[in-house]
C-alpha cells in the first residue's frame, strides 16, 4: 500500500487542477515557503492506523490526510467552486471529507488558507504463503 500522502498527491495530479500551481508533501520547499504568487497546497498524514479487528488481528488500516491550500495573494479564480470541486473530486476517488474548516489567513504571509481532512479505509490484503 502506498503512503496517504502520496495516493493524494498522485490522485491531484491526476485530477487537472490548473489552479493548483505547486503540490508539496510533508513539507514546503524553502522556495515556495514565501512565494505567495502561487497556489500551493500541502498535503501531508493526518491518520494512519489499523482497525476492524477480527480473527486476532485487524482487517484495514484507516488512512488520513490533511490537505492546506495556501492561496496566491492576487486570485483570478473562484475559490468556492474550486474547493467544491476537489472535495467532490476526493469523494469520487473513494476518500471522505471528514472536516473542511473555515477559511483563515496565514499570519506570515498573510495568504489565505483552507484545510481539509480526508480519509478512507483501505483494506489489508492478506498474504498467502
Known amino acids: 500500500m502506498k503512503l496517504p ?19 508539496a508533501t510533508t513539507n514546503i520547499e524553502p522556495e515556495f515557503i514565501d ?4 497556489t500551493v497546497v500541502l ?14 488481528t485487524f482487517k484495514f488500516m484507516l488512512v488520513g ?9 492576487h486570485i483570478d479564480f473562484d475559490i468556492a467552486s474550486a474547493e467544491i470541486e476537489l472535495q467532490r473530486f476526493f469523494v469520487a476517488n473513494g476518500w471522505q471529507v471528514e472536516i473542511s474548516r473555515e477559511h483563515d489567513y ?14 478512507k479505509q483501505e483494506p489489508i490484503l492478506e498474504r498467502r504463503n
Open 35 to 38: 512565494d505567495t504568487s502561487k
Open 43 to 56: 498535503i501531508t498524514e493526518s491518520d494512519f492506523q489499523p482497525g476492524y479487528y477480527a480473527n486476532a
Open 65 to 73: 490526510c490533511e490537505v492546506q491550500i495556501f492561496y496566491k495573494k
Open 5 to 23: 500522502v502520496m495516493q493524494i498527491k498522485e490522485l491531484i495530479d491526476s485530477g487537472g487542477f490548473k489552479w493548483i500551481d505547486h503540490l
Open 106 to 119: 496565514d499570519p506570515d504571509t498573510g495568504q489565505l488558507i483552507k484545510t481539509i481532512y480526508i480519509d
